[in-house]
Nanobody
């Protein structure tokens, strides 16, 4: 079983930046894709960014050019650097990771962007 713990959320003013971190622990053989998702109040959860084990990335159109996902395979971590934040980025951000055909989720961290 893989456990994921997110950190780095908080309150920031519009235009500011935050870095979210996701740390995996537990029984880890080989984490494949890792991703960051977000869910705003009253909305469905949506993919924000995804990174494969080899470093290929995919971003939602709404965050391209502002957010950067990265990972450290040796440390089993995935970070999300968020720049130029705006109030529409306010949401609970969760990370997930795939291993051996199973998807694991963290509990999430709140990001609030004030105008």
């Amino acid at each position: 079983q893989v456990q994921l713990v997110e950190s780095g959320g908080g309150l920031v003013q519009a235009g500011g930046s935050l870095r979210l971190s996701c740390a995996a622990s537990g029984i880890i053989f080989r984490l494949n894709a890792m991703g960051w998702y977000r869910q705003a109040p009253g909305k469905q959860r949506e993919l924000v960014a995804l990174i494969t084990r080899g470093g290929n990335t995919h971003y939602a159109d709404s965050v391209k050019g502002r957010f950067t996902i990265s990972r450290d395979n040796a440390e089993n971590t995935a970070d999300l650097l968020m720049n130029s934040l705006n109030p529409e980025d306010t949401a609970v951000y969760s990370c997930n990771a795939a291993q051996d055909g199973r998807i694991c989720w963290g509990q999430g961290t709140q990001v609030t962007v004030s105008s």
